[in-house]
């Protein structure tokens, strides 16, 4: 008989009450024995925590990691791995629910070693008929990203793997032993495009990336960060770390292609947002992510440098195969981000 590796789940948690409890239910009736889940509370004040605590001295399965401030979602998960043993790490939102099958889904396609990182299906949660929330990610030359999938009714979804760009934060595998050559997500970054970031150095170190259909969860909609998040700080997230991306990832040759397009595109958004729009904090997103990477260079670079020497095996040339070819702002009419 076969030894089911061990799984590491880290469910990250901030407030979390309303949907921690159905995340945590659904995770530890999980059909696989061999899994500890580690729940990773960010300083949350109301009172999913004690709640959580109560389920841990019921099940040694679960085990909690207190934070005496809020680590955002990088400081918070980055928080989590260190204290995971598993040969796999999953990173799973707390607005979320998962089948029972869905770790040995997992576990059958990582069989696969050429796989540094993967991705469940994500559903729309108890949405009629069963829409895909997303199944993977794409990204354009210029940082965009586009979930796969999104919209699809389930039923008409293949249940085959397939490559993906970037496996997405909602719910992560991570091959442990991948993470020792690539590190953890950028502390720098809090939230959102963490994902993409990790996932673009883990194929530059020579790692696929692929969405496993057949290990499902359900997505509640981002609530554990569009509760406490305004709109344009959400942005201001995406726009600096977009860039910040591109500046890690990419050779220089193509970091001087692609950085005028991207600072003329965000410079295009920022007239539309305050000549069209009338958003003014929303607008100034753009200025404050160019002025936020301006400030950072010196780490940046830094960071860049331990990349392009210490990580990549992979030229770009193989890394822009796999990425869109259309402008995603423009083909989705600018988009929110």
Same mark, same amino acid.
């Given at each position: 008989?076969?030894?089911? &590796?061990?799984?590491?789940?880290?469910?990250?948690?901030?407030?979390?009450?309303?949907? $921690?409890?159905?995340?945590?239910?659904?995770?530890?009736?999980?059909?696989?024995?061999?899994?500890?889940?580690?729940?990773?509370?960010?300083?949350? %004040?109301?009172?999913?925590?004690?709640?959580?605590? %109560?389920?841990?001295?019921?099940?040694?399965?679960?085990?909690?990691?207190?934070?005496?401030?809020?680590?955002?979602? %990088?400081?918070?998960?980055?928080?989590?791995?260190?204290?995971?043993?598993?040969?796999?790490?999953?990173?799973?939102?707390?607005?979320?629910?998962?089948?029972?099958?869905?770790?040995?889904?997992?576990?059958?396609?990582?069989?696969?070693?050429?796989?540094?990182?993967?991705? &469940?299906?994500? $559903?729309?949660?108890?949405?009629?008929?069963?829409?895909?929330?997303?199944?993977?990610?794409?990204?354009?030359?210029?940082?965009?990203?586009?979930?796969?999938?999104?919209?699809?009714?389930?039923?008409?979804?293949?249940?085959?793997?397939?490559?993906?760009?970037?496996?997405?934060?909602?719910?992560?595998? $991570?091959?442990?032993?991948?993470?020792?050559?690539?590190?953890?997500f950028d502390h720098k970054f809090g939230a959102h495009w963490e994902d993409v970031d990790l996932s673009w150095r883990i194929r530059l170190r020579g790692h696929r990336i692929a969405l496993i259909p057949r290990a499902i969860v359900y997505h509640k909609g981002s609530q554990s960060m569009t509760r406490f998040v305004a709109s344009h700080k959400v942005a201001w997230y995406v726009r600096k770390n977009r860039l910040a991306g591109l500046i890690k990832n990419y050779s220089a040759s193509n970091l001087l292609k692609v950085s005028p397009v991207i600072l003329v595109i965000y410079f295009l958004i920022f007239l539309k947002e305050l000549a069209i729009?009338?958003?003014?904090?929303?607008?100034?997103?753009?200025?404050?992510?160019?002025?936020?990477?301006?400030?950072?260079? &010196?780490?940046?670079?830094?960071?860049?440098?331990?990349?392009?020497?210490?990580?990549?095996?992979?030229?770009?040339?193989?890394?822009?195969?796999?990425?869109?070819?259309?402008?995603? &702002?423009?083909?989705?009419?600018?988009?929110?981000?």
């Amino acid at each position: 008989m076969q030894v089911e &590796p061990y799984i590491s789940i880290i469910i990250l948690n901030y407030n979390g009450t309303g949907f $921690l409890e159905g995340c945590v239910d659904s995770v530890l009736k999980s059909n696989y024995s061999n899994f500890e889940a580690i729940l990773v509370d960010n300083a949350s %004040t109301d009172d999913s925590l004690a709640w959580a605590e %109560t389920i841990a001295t019921k099940d040694i399965r679960l085990k909690i990691i207190k934070s005496t401030k809020n680590l955002f979602f %990088t400081g918070g998960n980055n928080l989590g791995i260190k204290h995971a043993r598993g040969e796999y790490i999953i990173i799973l939102n707390n607005d979320t629910e998962v089948e029972p099958n869905w770790l040995k889904e997992i576990a059958l396609a990582m069989q696969d070693a050429s796989i540094g990182a993967a991705q &469940p299906k994500i $559903l729309v949660y108890k949405s009629v008929p069963l829409r895909v929330d997303y199944a993977g990610g794409d990204l354009d030359r210029y940082g965009y990203a586009e979930g796969r999938y999104r919209g699809q009714i389930e039923s008409d979804m293949h249940d085959k793997i397939e490559e993906i760009f970037y496996a997405g934060g909602t719910a992560m595998v $991570l091959r442990s032993s991948i993470l020792k050559e690539v590190g953890l997500f950028d502390h720098k970054f809090g939230a959102h495009w963490e994902d993409v970031d990790l996932s673009w150095r883990i194929r530059l170190r020579g790692h696929r990336i692929a969405l496993i259909p057949r290990a499902i969860v359900y997505h509640k909609g981002s609530q554990s960060m569009t509760r406490f998040v305004a709109s344009h700080k959400v942005a201001w997230y995406v726009r600096k770390n977009r860039l910040a991306g591109l500046i890690k990832n990419y050779s220089a040759s193509n970091l001087l292609k692609v950085s005028p397009v991207i600072l003329v595109i965000y410079f295009l958004i920022f007239l539309k947002e305050l000549a069209i729009d009338r958003n003014i904090k929303l607008a100034m997103s753009s200025v404050l992510a160019v002025a936020w990477n301006v400030k950072e260079l &010196p780490y940046l670079l830094k960071e860049r440098s331990f990349v392009q020497n210490k990580i990549r095996l992979i030229q770009d040339v193989d890394i822009i195969k796999l990425m869109q070819k259309k402008c995603l &702002p423009f083909s989705s009419l600018w988009g929110p981000v």
